[in-house]
């Protein structure tokens, strides 16, 4: 049995690709086409997860495949394809490792699913997003990538910790480049309506900051044999679900920049608003002087890298 449209493919069954797979097939969001080069590995997952459909009650189907004629015909296409962080390697570390896997995968998503669009995973995020849409040629607004919403969920779930609140009460907002000049906007965090700073002392609050600017290198070094993919896959998985419904929610995402919070020519993370075209337009927010230029900051971080991988390009 084939999958049915409207479809998700995801490329690279690792972590986060299999556990974003279970995710919008148990959330019965869409089909899911699971592709990986290792042989045998992604159909192994896919027939575990429909053996698994039984209990869990729903309808969505998966198939497994080593083939990118399979991808053809997707609606959006997640790229998890890549090597994840081992501990003391920093996201930038993975650059060129990264970037030849990134090339390979998106001329084949151009080749065979010209029409899709894509959510970038791999990392380092703002750099490999830049040479997706390079490499596809695809219009921005269909090219975007993952880690604002994670790195918001992550200070979200560390200030609910601290008050012993449900996270759904907090509100928090995480822009910039993926790494770790991150900037976690703390005159938009906002717990059931109020800010924290009552309930927080300011420099336990800062201390949040810094722990998710670092969350990611916590787990790293916890796992000591890859990187998070629960929460990862969860955040794509609200990507995916935004996109194919049209809901129009304001998510922050790695988006390309026109001139928007005075950059321009990049890929950066900022609020935007998604839906059917991919990206329908960023969000500007307004952001207090401190804030604005831990902005900068990040972005010449980000700039450096996509220099760097421009230049790989041209020696290769
Ligand atoms: O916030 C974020 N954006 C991130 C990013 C959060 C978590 C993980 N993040 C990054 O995603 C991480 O640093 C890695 O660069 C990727 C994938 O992480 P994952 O933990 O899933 O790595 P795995 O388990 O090693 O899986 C990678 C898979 C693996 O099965 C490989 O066989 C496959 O990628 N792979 C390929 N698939 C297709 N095509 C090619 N060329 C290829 N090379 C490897």
Redesign the pocket.
Known sequence: MGVRKPFVAV???????ATTAQRILEKGISDVVL????EG?PQGKALDLMEAAPIEGHDRRIVGTNRYEDIAGAEIVVV??????KPGMT?ED?LAL?AK?IT??CGNIKKFAPDSKLII???P?DVMTHLAAKVTGFSKNRVF???GV?DTARMRYFIADRLGCVPQEVKAIVLGG?GDLMVPVSSHTLVNGKSPSGAIPTEELSKIEQRTRDG?AEIVALLKT????YA?AS?VCEMVRVVLRDEKQVLPVCAFLSGEYGLKNMYFGVPAELGKNGIERVVEIPLTDEEKKALTQSAAKVKQGIEEVDRIAIAS
Not at 35 to 38: I, L, S, T
Not at 226 to 229: E, K, N, Q, V, Y
């Open positions: 490329i690279g069954a690792g972590q986060v690709g592709f990986d080069v290792v590995m998890t394809a890549g090597l994840p962080r996201r993975l990264n896997i390979d995968v995973v791999t990392n995020l990538g993952m880690a994670l993926h990611g890859g990187s998070a993919f990862p955040s």
